[in-house]
C-alpha cells in the first residue's frame, strides 16, 4: 500500500501540475465537444432528410469510430503535424457518431403527423425545424451529446502521445521513469474525474430527460 | 341567389405513380356552410382535403379559394389564412395547451400579449378552463385535446376551417357533445368548414351539404334529404336502410316550424286577423310569452272573449333544436298532430305540425 501513499504525496506536492494538466484535458474536452455539436447535429439533420446520405454517412462516421485511437493520433501527425489541434481533430471524430447518429435518429423519429400539423398551421421549414423536430428531438441529441463527452473525456488521456498535453502526461511521465506511485497517481486522476464527469452530466441528463418526457 | 363560394374545386386530379386518388371532382363550397366529405376508407377525402390548403399539391386542375388560384398563391402564406383540424388531433406534444393554440400566432409573430388575451378567449370558446392553458396535450383526455385542435384552428381567425375525422379518435357520447358544440359555435362563428367524417349520422348531422366519395370521385352531392332519396345504388348502400330516420334524426325542428301562428294573451280578447292563414287554432300565451293552451276559433265567444272553459291544453313545447325524428315521437306518443315550439327561456315561437314533417322530403328535394 505504499504506492498509494506515493501516489498521495505525489498529488499534493505537484498540484500545480496536477491542476495545470486536468485543467488542458478539460479544455481539450470542451473544444472537442463544441465542434462535435457545431458539426454533428447539423449534419445529423441533414442527412436525415435523405435515405441515401444517411447511409453513407452513418456508415462513414461508423467507420472512422472504430479505427483504434492510436491508429488515428500516428495517422494524423504526418498531415498535422503534433499538438492540440490534431488531437482535438481526433476527439472530434471519435465524438461525432453519437451525436450525428442520435440527431439523425430522433429527428427521423418525429411523428409526420406532428409535423403535418405544424405544416398545416402554415409553419415554413425553418419553424418547423426550430419549434417541432429540435425541441421534440432535444432529449435524444443531449444523450449523444452526453455519450460523446464522456467518451472523448475519457480517450483525452492519449492526447499525450500527440503532444496536446492533459492528465495522460502524467501516466505517461510515471511509466517512462518507473515512478510507480506517479503512475498511480495519473491513473486515480483520470478514473476519478470520469466518474465524476459521467456523474455530473449524467445528472444534467436526467434533468433535461425528465423536463422533456411530459413531450410523450 | 347567387351564394358566395369559398372554395371552388374545378376538375382536381391527384395522381400518385399511376393511380388517380382524387379523379376530377367539381366542387363549389359555399360562404359560411359546413359541407361534408363522406366516403368509405381510402376514397380520396383526406387527399381532397389536404389539396385545398396545398399541404397535397394536386396534380391537374384548378383549385380557387376565395377566388384566388391557390398555384399562385405562396403555400406557407395560405395555410396560416385556413384553420386545419388534422385527423388524429396532432397537437404539439412538447409545448403547452396555450402554446398549442397560439402556434399560428408564433408563426406569424404577433406580440406575446396578444397570444395570451387569444389563448384565454379560445379556451372558453372550446368550454374548457383557464388553468388548462399550463398543461401539457398528454395531461387531456381525447375529447378534451379534440376541443383544443378547435382553438388551435381558430386562432387566426380564419374564414375558412378545414377539419379532417376531427371527431373520429373520441367516445360516441363525447362526440356528440363535440358536434353539438360545433353547431352551436358555428351560428355565432360563420365559417366556411370543410368537414371530413365516414361515419353517415355525423354527416347528417353537422353537414348544410354533403358530398360522398367513391374511388376518387364525386359520387353524389347534395344535402340529407337529397341523399337519402337518391337512386343511384352506391349512395343507397353507402347511406344505409333506414337513413331516412337517421337524417330526420339530425334534421331540427326549426327548419319545418310555422310561427305565424294567431295568438292572443292570457285575459285579452282576441281580435280575429283577416290573415288566418287556415288555422283553425288560436294559441293561448302567459304575460311572459309562454303558451298555456289553446282555442278552437269556433269556441272564440263575440268581441273575441274566450271562455275559460274552452282553452285545451298544450303538449310541452319542444325546443327548435329538437330533432324532427324526437317531434314525430312526441306527437305519436301525445295523440296529437302537431306541438308547440318553445325557446329555451320557454317563450312560444310556433308549431310543428305533422305534415310539415311528412312533407319535408318532398319539399327539400324541390
Ligand atoms: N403519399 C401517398 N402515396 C401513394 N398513395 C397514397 C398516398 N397518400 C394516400 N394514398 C392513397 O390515396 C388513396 C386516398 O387516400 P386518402 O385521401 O387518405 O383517403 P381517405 O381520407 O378517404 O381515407 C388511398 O388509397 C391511399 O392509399
Ligand atoms: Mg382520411
Redesign the interface.
Known amino acids: 500500500m505504499e504506492v498509494f501513499a506515493d501516489a498521495f504525496t505525489y498529488l499534493i506536492a505537484r498540484r500545480e501540475y496536477v491542476l495545470a494538466t486536468l485543467t488542458d484535458h478539460f479544455m481539450l474536452v470542451i473544444w472537442a465537444t463544441f465542434f462535435v455539436i457545431l458539426i454533428g447535429v447539423p449534419l445529423g439533420i441533414i442527412i436525415s432528410r435523405t435515405n441515401r446520405l444517411q447511409e453513407l454517412v452513418l456508415g462513414s462516421v461508423g467507420i472512422l469510430y472504430t479505427i483504434p485511437i492510436l491508429a488515428l493520433l500516428g495517422f494524423l501527425i504526418p498531415i498535422m503535424g503534433i499538438g492540440t489541434r490534431p488531437a482535438l481533430i481526433a476527439l472530434v471524430i471519435y465524438g461525432l457518431l453519437p451525436v450525428v447518429r442520435n440527431t439523425c435518429v430522433g429527428i427521423s423519429q418525429v411523428p409526420a ?2 409535423k ?9 421549414n425553418l ?1 418547423l425545424l426550430f ?2 423536430e429540435i ?2 428531438t432535444f432529449p435524444v441529441i443531449f444523450a449523444g451529446i452526453r455519450t460523446a463527452m464522456v467518451m472523448t473525456f475519457s480517450l483525452a488521456t492519449y492526447a499525450v502521445f500527440i503532444g496536446a498535453g492533459g492528465m495522460g502526461s502524467i501516466i505517461m511521465r510515471g511509466m517512462r521513469t518507473y515512478n510507480t506511485g506517479m503512475l498511480l497517481a495519473g491513473i486515480i486522476m483520470v478514473v476519478i474525474t470520469t466518474v465524476l464527469l459521467d456523474r455530473v452530466v449524467g445528472f444534467i441528463d436526467n434533468r433535461v430527460q425528465k423536463k ?1 418526457s ?3 | 341567389m347567387t351564394r358566395e363560394i369559398s372554395v371552388e374545386l374545378q376538375d382536381v386530379v391527384k395522381v400518385y405513380d399511376t393511380t388517380k386518388v382524387v379523379d376530377g371532382v367539381n366542387l363549389s363550397i359555399e360562404k359560411g356552410e359546413i359541407f361534408v366529405l363522406i366516403g368509405p376508407s381510402g376514397c380520396g377525402k383526406t387527399t381532397t382535403l ?1 389539396m385545398i ?1 396545398q ?1 397535397i399539391p394536386h396534380t391537374s386542375g384548378n383549385i380557387l379559394v376565395n377566388g384566388m388560384n391557390v398555384k399562385e398563391l405562396d403555400a ?6 385556413i384553420g ?1 383540424v ?3 388531433i ?5 409545448l403547452t395547451i396555450e402554446e398549442n393554440i397560439t ?2 400566432l ?3 409573430r404577433r406580440p406575446k400579449k396578444e397570444q395570451k388575451k387569444r389563448a384565454h378567449e379560445l379556451i372558453e370558446t372550446v368550454g374548457l378552463p383557464a388553468s388548462y392553458l399550463k398543461r ?1 396535450p ?1 395531461e387531456l383526455s381525447g375529447g378534451q385535446q379534440q376541443r383544443i385542435g378547435v382553438a ?1 384552428a381558430l386562432a387566426g381567425d380564419p374564414e375558412i376551417l378545414l377539419m379532417d375525422e376531427p371527431f373520429g379518435a373520441v367516445d360516441p357520447l363525447t362526440r356528440e357533445q363535440l358536434q353539438n358544440e360545433l353547431l352551436r359555435l358555428q351560428e355565432t362563428i360563420q365559417k366556411t368548414i370543410v368537414f371530413v367524417t365516414h361515419d353517415i349520422q355525423e354527416a347528417f348531422k353537422v353537414g348544410n351539404r354533403i358530398g360522398i366519395m367513391r374511388n376518387g370521385k364525386m359520387a353524389s352531392v347534395g344535402n340529407a334529404m337529397e341523399l337519402v332519396k337518391n337512386e343511384d345504388e352506391f349512395v343507397r348502400s353507402f347511406v344505409g336502410q333506414g337513413a331516412i330516420f337517421d337524417a330526420l334524426d339530425n334534421i331540427p325542428v326549426k327548419r319545418v316550424m310555422e310561427n305565424d301562428i294567431p295568438n292572443v294573451r292570457e285575459g285579452e280578447p282576441f281580435k280575429l286577423k283577416t290573415a288566418m292563414n287556415g288555422w283553425e287554432n288560436i294559441i293561448v300565451l302567459d304575460q311572459n310569452g309562454a303558451g298555456v293552451g289553446y282555442v278552437s276559433l269556433e269556441d272564440v265567444g263575440p268581441d273575441g272573449v274566450i271562455p275559460a272553459g274552452a282553452v285545451r291544453p298544450l303538449l310541452p313545447g319542444c325546443s327548435p333544436d329538437l330533432s324532427i325524428k324526437k317531434a314525430v315521437e312526441q306527437m305519436l306518443y301525445g295523440g296529437r298532430t302537431w306541438l308547440p315550439v318553445a325557446s329555451p327561456e320557454n317563450v312560444f315561437e310556433g308549431i310543428v305540425t305533422f305534415q310539415a314533417c311528412a312533407g319535408l322530403l318532398s319539399r327539400e328535394a324541390g
Open positions: 403527423m406532428t403535418e400539423a405544424a405544416l398545416g398551421m402554415g409553419a415554413n419553424q419549434k417541432v425541441p421534440l422533456f411530459l413531450a410523450d | 389536404k390548403n399541404l406557407v402564406e395560405l395555410r396560416r389564412s386545419y388534422i385527423q388524429y396532432g397537437l404539439l406534444p412538447h402556434f399560428v408564433q408563426l406569424i401539457h398528454r388551435r
